[in-house]
């Protein structure tokens, strides 16, 4: 019998420490190596390849790679017939998607896509540029940008459609946003035939679950408590859940044991209040892992 193994393409580039850290959490250990593009897991089952983002869903639609981790934009701008598994929401510096964004300087007197009928368009993204101006039937010439895009418009184009999370970059080199082109996320995505194949999807489905199961965790904490039987309503009341708080019986007929998950945000407001309303013996436990 043939051995069993999944090719699965990790991003080169800025995704890559992110997503490392992301696999670390959920039980896979990945090292990578500057003299390697093969980065060892320790899953004999699982081969790795560090592959850009923008060449990931070409090389998983031809199979070279039974799944992989990409963004949804560069799915779209390569047309790729492949199955999205799931949305892995992180990015390099929010948990908000990113935007690509059509730009012009801050002076140009373009309001609308419309308004630059004829003009030059420069952008990393040239197929879903393309897409986006036939959508508003405006005939643009759209030019492939090597980088530092930013700086182009005016001299060398009239606007650019360019990627951005905060906007600081825009700013810095006086551009305008226009309008939005398309909103992307990290998609956790795999070949058609390869998901058609049981042993291929059963183990593509469990690394998506470990995966999410980490995000969903993400800036959650456990409170356990115990609370009197007399102020138990109090507490409760007093409690915001992920899921309804978990209430079990002591010893003490008089006691229960409670336990939630709340933001870890809110665990300085919440324990003081949690404290007045009669609950005591509160623990803080680190959440690793929310699996529905």
């Given at each position: 019998m043939a051995e069993k193994i999944?090719?699965?393409?990790?991003?080169?580039?800025?995704?890559?420490?992110a997503t490392g850290e992301l696999f670390k959490k959920a039980g896979y250990n990945i090292k990578f190596s500057s003299r390697s593009y093969y980065p060892e897991i320790d899953d004999v089952?699982?081969?790795?390849?560090?592959?850009?983002?923008?060449?990931?869903?070409?090389?998983?639609e031809q199979g070279l790679l039974d799944a992989g981790i990409?963004?949804?934009?560069?799915?779209?701008?390569?047309?790729?017939?492949?199955?999205e598994v799931c949305e892995l929401m992180f990015s390099k510096v929010s948990r908000r998607p990113v935007r690509w964004v059509l730009c012009v300087p801050e002076d140009s007197p373009v309001q609308k896509p419309e308004?630059?009928?004829?003009k030059r368009i420069a952008t990393e993204?040239?197929?879903?540029?393309?897409?986006?101006?036939?959508?508003?039937?405006?005939?643009?010439?759209?030019?492939f940008s090597w980088g530092a895009t930013e700086v182009k418009p005016p001299k060398l184009a009239d606007a650019i459609v360019e990627v951005t999370e905060t906007g600081s970059s825009l700013r810095?080199?006086?551009?305008r946003i226009v309008s939005e082109v398309l909103q992307s996320?990290?998609?956790?995505?795999?070949?058609?035939?390869?998901?058609?194949?049981?042993?291929k999807k059963a183990k593509i489905d469990n690394i998506a679950l470990m995966l999410q199961s980490c995000l969903a965790a993400e800036g959650k904490v456990g409170l356990m408590m115990n609370v009197s039987r007399a102020d138990l309503e109090t507490v409760l009341n007093t409690l915001p859940a992920l899921q309804k708080p978990t209430v079990a019986s002591l010893s003490d007929p008089q006691w229960v044991a409670v336990s939630t998950i709340v933001d870890e945000?809110?665990?300085?407001?919440?324990?003081?209040?949690?404290?007045?309303a009669g609950a005591q013996g509160i623990v803080e436990t680190p959440i690793n892992k929310i699996i529905d």
């Open positions: 999944l090719k699965l393409g990790i991003p080169a580039g800025s995704l890559k420490d089952e699982i081969e790795c390849l560090l592959i850009r983002a923008q060449e990931m869903a070409r090389y998983v990409t963004g949804h934009d560069w799915v779209v701008e390569n047309d790729a017939d492949v199955t308004d630059l009928e004829g993204v040239v197929g879903l540029t393309k897409s986006f101006f036939a959508k508003h039937n405006t005939n643009v010439n759209v030019e810095a080199n006086d551009l996320t990290t998609r956790f995505i795999a070949n058609n035939d390869s998901i058609a194949d049981p042993w945000s809110f665990v300085r407001e919440i324990v003081p209040k949690l404290r007045t």
